[in-house]
T-cell receptor
């Protein structure tokens, strides 16, 4: 089945550790995105990529890093520099930016 | 970027119609109006979108004001499974245009 997959669904890490969240899509989409969602809030854009080997910072990129070495994959690393990393992280993809987006089921990261 | 304004929350009774409003007074001529909804602990899912004319699909209807400064998402018969946060978003085909999510409207459906 075509879709966008995030793994794992739940992730626990100790403070000070880097952690990488996985996002894979088999929809042949050029654009991919990472959003962060805090309880009761809307989605905020962390990073986006319009095409392979290219990505841009979103509104809240500090403390995060990404790579886009393959069209299908857009992993997000939450570094120890992110002051408040506990959140729900959502990955999305679309044919191109601004087009209809498909979202993964999210990864809930808890840093203790 | 053009912004949207939605009520924080709305309530509906099961099996009754629901009208979810969205104001977008600074919409440009090339902006599409998209609606997504997010069920608890899930990623958002696409509901419907339109440019100028009203649109219908199996999930909902979208009514767009003649001046395009507002729109209304219509759920014809609300079910308990429609309880979610509904986001109204403007987007266009310009390169680099992002989906910018506001706070959305939390719809509560009473049995």
């Amino acid at each position: 089945d075509g879709g966008i997959t995030q793994s794992p669904k739940y992730l626990f890490r100790k403070e000070g550790q880097n952690v990488t969240l996985s996002c894979e899509q088999n929809l042949n989409h050029d654009a991919m995105y990472w959003y962060r969602q805090d309880p009761g809030q809307g989605l905020r854009l962390i990073y986006y990529s319009q095409i392979v080997n290219d990505f841009q910072k979103g509104d809240i990129a500090e403390g995060y890093s990404v790579s886009r070495e393959k069209k299908e994959s857009f992993p997000l690393t939450v570094t120890s520099a992110q002051k408040n990393p506990t959140a729900f992280y959502l990955c999305a993809s679309s044919i191109s930016t601004g087009k209809l987006a498909f979202f993964g089921q999210g990864t809930r990261l808890t840093v203790v | 970027d053009a912004k949207t304004t939605q009520p924080n929350s709305m309530e509906s009774n099961e099996e009754e119609p629901v009208h979810l409003p969205c104001n977008h007074s600074t919409i440009s001529g090339t902006d599409y109006i998209h609606w997504y909804r997010q069920l608890p602990s899930q990623g958002p899912e696409y509901v419907i979108h339109g440019l100028t004319s009203n649109v219908n699909n199996r999930m909902a209807s979208l009514a767009i004001a003649e001046d395009r400064k507002s729109s209304t998402l219509i759920l014809h018969r609300a079910t308990l499974r429609d309880a979610a946060v509904y986001y109204c978003i403007l987007t266009n085909n310009n390169a680099g245009n992002m989906l910018t999510f506001g706070g959305g409207t939390r719809l509560m459906v009473k049995p």
